[in-house]
């Protein structure tokens, strides 16, 4: 069975904080996976991507290792606003369906 | 930016009941799922749609599930005769080749 974990949280931090996300996956032939982002009763939200070398989007810092079936989201200096849940997803499929991880909250304070 | 469109944001409908739900994916995208997340669970995908015809389906999209692209732009999810458990909010995505999907923002599905 195909399956992406996260821990549920929730992550309470200050504004400022940095905050760690991290995933792991059971599919070792997927080969995208993503960060999405999802408010209280939203649609889910692409908040990028994630490539083995790493990326970056400002605050946002993603991770994957293949070795460790491990996928990681960094956000740095949060804001209230990034206060939502996170979703790991991976590809399942050959025809592109997503699973989905059921989430981390995040919840940033003044 | 380019957006996909649900219709209706809620329906409400009685148990064994058929219910059509509507989407307009971003148009020059070509491929169409949908998915559904019961309250307080994860997002599950249902079925991928390509090229007029199914390309994949999970376990949950028995028979009392159709999909159909009626026309240009409508996608559209039917539930033949809905039950219980189907309450859930439906989410339809689209997205062009090798490219993330774009997801709409949901029909909220109330089964009486």
């Known amino acids: 069975r195909k399956e992406v974990e996260q821990d549920p949280g929730p992550f309470n931090v200050p504004e400022g904080a940095t905050v760690a996300f991290n995933c792991t996956y059971s599919n070792s032939a997927s080969q995208s996976f993503f960060w999405y982002r999802q408010d209280c009763r939203k649609e889910p939200k692409l908040l990028m991507s994630?490539?083995?070398s790493g990326n970056e989007d400002g605050r946002f810092t993603a991770q994957l290792n293949r070795a460790s079936q491990y996928i990681s989201l960094l956000i740095r200096d949060s804001k209230l606003s990034d206060s939502a849940t996170y979703l790991c997803v991976a590809y399942g499929g050959s025809q592109g369906n997503l699973i989905f991880g059921k989430g981390t909250k995040l919840s940033v304070k003044p | 930016e380019p957006e996909v469109t649900q219709t209706p944001s809620h329906q409400v409908t009685q148990m064994g009941q058929e219910v059509i739900l509507r989407c307009v994916p971003i148009?020059?995208?070509?491929?169409f799922y949908w998915y559904r997340q019961i309250l307080g669970q994860k997002v599950e995908f249902l079925v991928s749609f390509y090229n007029n015809e199914i390309s994949e389906k999970s376990e949950i999209f028995d028979d009392q599930f159709s999909v159909e692209r009626p026309d240009g732009s409508n996608f559209t999810l039917k539930i033949r005769s809905t039950k219980l458990e189907d309450s859930a909010m439906y989410f339809c995505?689209?997205?062009?080749?090798?490219?993330?999907?774009?997801f709409g923002d949901g029909t909220r599905l109330s089964i009486l």
């Open positions: 995505a689209s997205s062009a080749d090798n490219q993330p999907q774009h």
């Open positions: 148009s020059n995208h070509l491929y």
């Open positions: 994630v490539y083995s």
